[in-house]
């Protein structure tokens, strides 16, 4: 009787994408090796919506809503990358306000993906309460959203030569109900008294505090450590290499942020530091991040500051892209046209071709636009931020255990609005 040896094989399977780790729609096909990965292959494209193709059908402005859905997590910041690249082709000028309000709000958003990103990112690794705190705060934020556009979330906010309206001189406020007693409505109002300016700086005075706290939690967590030193590392060579940016590439060592590098709108006007990290791992990605919130909180300060000390207007007066008053399109035959021009068949940009890139929490986000004149594009390409983080995948988990495969794939802080498109 002849032994048989034990046939030792490796096993494939499904990560996702109903997997809750897998954010969203990823299906990773994993080989491995008992506990060990020897192969990913991420399969996207399970949400993909044609973005890039419904733009080409449609008016310029009628595909900024567009762009709010592509990274659903980091709204205005997406707007921000569509409307610079219209802007560059009509050689508009915003006003100096609508600028400083366009930095804010993109500080704002960048506060609001890394406060999901954390929230997730410690669900995932087992740290169930940051979940709850993240999203304490992202309350207020979504708050803010609300007040200026009336949307939570896709607001539609920015547009070619400003953004939509001013900011808001009162806040919406709670009313008392059932499960609401005056009192108990009377203390959710507090900081809602005055404007919106008056509300988010109430936010960013008590946000350090609760930086500090998440910091208490996970820090110097011994747990934590466990889960993140050491994992998923890019050296910053291998991470210019694969098109890394933001956080991903600043966590490996590499100084590179388009605030500071190619500052746009007024970001040259504003004092904030680069945070970057040391060792490339999850560890260093997730400082990086929670230092940016902290820089981000400090660039708000700022516009809060300016824009209380100067008022103006925050969309250009040039009504063949910008559409003139509802007062004036009530009284005013002229108004009525360029209004109704506007929205029927929107405007045409110069015949050329512009990229324009912002600093969105993820990365690079830049959009490639070609006009031939008409009043649609005639190409539009997006670069997502987070696409070149994921196609790094495989490189990032060869060699861990499978209960890595979640630690590192949390921290490329990806989204499939942007990735599938």
């Known amino acids: 009787m002849t032994d048989h040896m034990p046939e030792i094989r490796n096993y494939t399977f499904n990560f996702g994408p109903q997997h809750p780790a897998a954010h969203g729609v990823l299906r990773l096909i994993l080989e491995v090796d008992g506990e060990t990965i020897v192969r990913a292959d991420p399969h996207v494209g399970l949400l993909h919506r044609a973005t890039e193709k419904l733009a080409e059908t449609k008016p310029f402005n009628h595909s900024i809503g567009y762009m ?27 006003p100096i306000r609508a600028q400083y309000i366009r930095v804010m709000f993109d500080e704002i958003t960048r506060i609001l993906n890394h406060l999901l990103w954390l929230g997730a990112h410690g669900l995932d690794i087992g740290a169930m309460s940051m979940f709850l705190y993240c999203f304490r705060e992202r309350e207020d934020l979504l708050d803010c959203y609300e007040a200026v556009s009336g949307a939570r979330m896709h607001a539609t906010y920015y547009r070619p030569g400003g953004v939509y309206r001013d900011l808001p001189d009162r806040m919406p406020q ?14 959710l109002n507090k900081n809602r008294e005055g404007s919106l300016l008056d509300f988010i700086e109430d936010f960013t005075n008590k946000f350090p505090k609760r930086v500090d706290e998440y910091e208490t939690l996970l820090t110097d967590n011994r747990i934590w450590k466990q889960r993140t030193v050491n994992i998923g590392i890019v050296s910053p060579e291998r991470a210019i ?49 929670v230092e940016e919130m902290r820089q981000s909180n400090h660039i708000i300060q700022q516009c809060i500051k300016w824009l209380r000390a100067n008022p103006g207007p925050v969309i250009t007066d040039d009504h063949k892209i910008a559409p003139p008053k509802r007062v004036d399109m009530k009284q005013d035959m002229e108004s009525l046209i360029h209004h109704f021009k506007l929205m029927t068949e929107g405007f045409c940009l110069p015949v050329g071709e512009s990229y324009a890139a912002v600093e969105h929490p993820k990365g690079e986000f830049g959009v490639y636009l070609i006009s031939d004149g008409a009043n649609k594009p005639y190409r539009l390409k997006i670069r997502a931020a987070g696409f070149p983080h994921l196609a790094a995948l495989e490189e990032l988990v060869k060699g861990h255990m499978i209960a890595d495969v979640v630690a590192i794939l949390s921290s490329l802080d990806i989204v499939f609005g942007e990735i599938d498109r």
């Open 174 to 187: 709670y009313r008392s109900s059932v499960w609401h007693s005056e009192k108990e409505v009377a203390k």
């Open 68 to 94: 709010d859905r592509l990274d659903y997590v980091s709204m205005m910041c997406n707007e921000h990358g569509y409307v610079l690249a219209m802007e560059k082709l009509l050689g508009v000028t915003v």
């Open 241 to 289: 290499a694969l098109g890394f940016t933001g956080p991903m590439l600043r966590g490996s060592g590499v100084e590179w942020d388009l605030r500071k590098k190619q500052p746009y709108e007024v970001y040259d006007q504003l004092d904030f530091d680069i945070p970057v990290g040391v060792n490339g791992d999850c560890y260093d990605r997730y400082l990086v991040r």
